[in-house]
């Protein structure tokens, strides 16, 4: 590894498909930085050794995905505040000699959803489906952003009822509850998917009518419409989209922390979409 180029990669598991180097390689084209940004593959259990051996050889900041979220947490020597309430890691930022461990996956939601969507927020309906890690780091800047309430619904449902007790200090204004799949009705008009179902081509059990004039929101992204999408798009959805924005926006924000330069996304998620 050469001194003077800055070096960062994704580590995952798998990682063959990922996007990140695409993404930060326009970032870096497009902000003219001259840096390295590569894919590692990391064995289940040797997270921490390989974050370890990638710093001490001079890398600059990670981008963690599944399943080292978790590692990463625990590896960072310090935690940004939104990294702590999220209780997960995709960013590690090496400065002055110390790993920074951040959070930018719910910032990455809300700034699709704000500023490229522009779907209302503030004093709306938001039904989370979904109770696990990836509905963890977005549920503070969606309290943030002050609507009228977040219910979140998951199969198990004790899992949401923590998340409700766990966030409940930062919901202010906002009500926060949680519900069975089976109680739901029509009255949301922001629905986020925060399940892994779509993985699987598989769709919570909810009744379709709450799909109806709702915004629905997948934070899984496929090259078609994912199964919860074109669920939304048949009960009558006021408008769908998946998470390619979010991803895009979560590696913008990653970019931001290490560069401290903003990219432009618009025309990155449009060459990402188009080379799926
Ligand atoms: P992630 O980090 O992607 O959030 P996770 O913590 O394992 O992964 O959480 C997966 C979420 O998807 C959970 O809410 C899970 O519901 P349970 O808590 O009941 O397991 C949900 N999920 C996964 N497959 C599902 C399916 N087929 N139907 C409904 N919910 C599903």
Redesign the pocket.
């Known amino acids: 590894m050469t001194k003077s180029m800055a070096s960062y990669a994704v580590f995952g598991n798998p990682v063959e498909h990922s996007k990140s180097p695409d993404i930060h390689h326009q970032f870096a084209e497009q902000t003219q930085q001259t840096m390295r940004y590569q894919k590692q593959l990391v064995a289940v259990d040797g997270f921490e050794m390989a974050a370890q051996k990638f710093f001490d050889q001079g890398g600059s900041g990670l981008n963690i995905t599944v399943p080292f979220k978790l590692d990463a947490y625990h590896f960072a020597a310090q935690l940004t505040e939104r990294a702590t309430t999220a209780g997960a890691v995709n960013t590690l930022i090496k400065k002055d000699d110390i790993i920074i461990g951040d959070n930018t996956d719910g910032c990455g939601l809300l700034r699709d959803i704000r500023d490229n969507l522009q779907w209302p927020l503030a004093q709306q309906n938001i039904l989370i489906l979904?109770?696990?890690?990836?509905?963890q780091g977005i549920l503070a800047p969606l309290l943030a952003a002050k609507p009228q309430s977040i219910t979140i619904a998951?199969?198990?449902l004790k899992?949401a009822q923590t998340l409700v007790e766990q966030f409940q200090p930062l919901a202010d204004t906002v009500s926060l509850s949680c519900l069975d799949y089976a109680a739901l009705d029509g009255q949301y008009t922001l629905i986020i998917n925060?399940?892994?179902?779509s993985l699987?081509g598989?769709?919570?059990a909810v009744n379709s009518l709450i799909y109806h004039q709702a915004y629905c929101y997948d934070m899984m992204y496929s090259q078609g419409a994912t199964a919860f999408l074109q669920q939304a798009n048949e009960y009558g959805a006021q408008a769908t989209a998946d998470g390619l924005g979010m991803l895009v926006e979560q590696a913008a924000e990653s970019f931001y922390q290490w560069r401290k330069l903003r990219p432009t996304t618009e025309s990155v998620i449009a060459s990402i979409r188009d080379a799926m």
């Open positions: 979904g109770a696990g890690g990836a509905v998951n199969r198990t899992k925060g399940t892994s179902a699987a598989q769709l919570p």
